[in-house]
T-cell receptor
Framework: KQEVTQIPAALSVPEGENLVLNCSFT??????LQWFRQDPGKGLTSLLL?????REQTSGRLNASLDKSSGRSTLYIAASQPGDSATYLC???????????FGRGTSLIVHP | DAGVIQSPRHEVTEMGQEVTLRCKPI?????LFWYRQTMMRGLELLIY????????DSGMPEDRFSAKMPNASFSTLKIQPSEPRDSAVYFC?????????????FGPGTRLLVL
């Protein structure tokens, strides 16, 4: 059974810092990996999707990388802003269909 | 498109009552997922439909939970009878697999409190 772990569970940084969120998974036979953002009291919003054949995806200040062999993905946030404060979840899809396994998330606070 | 629509947004009920949660996926999407999120257990997949057919319901906690998808534009998740431990946020998500890419889109969730 796929297990997804996100470290750290919580992170507080000053505005402007570059930061890295980590996601690790136990079964490397994945279909894809998706990073989501969840604001308090809201649903999940997709940030980046990396297919198993890809190594990274970029969107604005966000860059996600994937290393299947080591079972790891990182989400890099450049020049963090208070508006980046949210919980970030990674979801790993595996097998013949996309049934994702979610991590518990990293709760990020960016203070001015 | 309005995105994934869920109703009600909030539900407070008493133990033993029947609860029905509703979801309208994004038009054209062929996969639908029901999730439950709690502080203790995080986000859990309850059931997954593809082309209106339940593919994986191994996450459904017990017989008190049932889900249906009578057509491509509507799904329900029913809890009967409800219990306090069912209190959680229930999310519906839909997706479309296109050229090997499949991105999930989540609804705003239904916050359920069972007293």
């Amino acid at each position: 059974k796929q297990e997804v772990t996100q470290i750290p569970a919580a992170l507080s940084v000053p505005e402007g810092e570059n930061l890295v969120l980590n996601c690790s998974f136990t079964d490397s036979a994945i279909y894809n990996l998706q990073w989501f953002r969840q604001d308090p009291g809201k649903g999940l919003t997709s940030l980046l999707l990396i297919q198993s054949s890809q190594r990274e995806q970029t969107s604005g200040r966000l860059n996600a990388s994937l290393d299947k062999s080591s079972g790891r993905s990182t989400l890099y946030i450049a020049a963090s802003q208070p508006g980046d404060s949210a919980t970030y979840l990674c979801a790993v899809g595996g097998g013949g269909s996309y049934i994702p396994t979610f991590g518990r998330g990293t709760s990020l606070i960016v203070h001015p | 498109d309005a995105g994934v629509i869920q109703s009600p947004r909030h539900e407070v009920t008493e133990m033993g009552q029947e609860v029905t949660l509703r979801c309208k996926p994004i038009s054209g999407h062929n996969s639908l997922f029901w999730y439950r999120q709690t502080m203790m257990r995080g986000l859990e997949l309850l059931i997954y439909f593809n082309n209106n057919v339940p593919i994986d319901d191994s996450g459904m906690p017990e017989d008190r939970f049932s889900a249906k998808m009578p057509n491509a534009s509507f799904s329900t998740l029913k809890i009967q009878p409800s219990e306090p431990r069912d209190s959680a946020v229930y999310f519906c998500a839909s997706s479309l697999r296109l050229a090997g890419v499949e991105t999930q889109y989540f609804g705003p969730g239904t916050r359920l409190l069972v007293l």
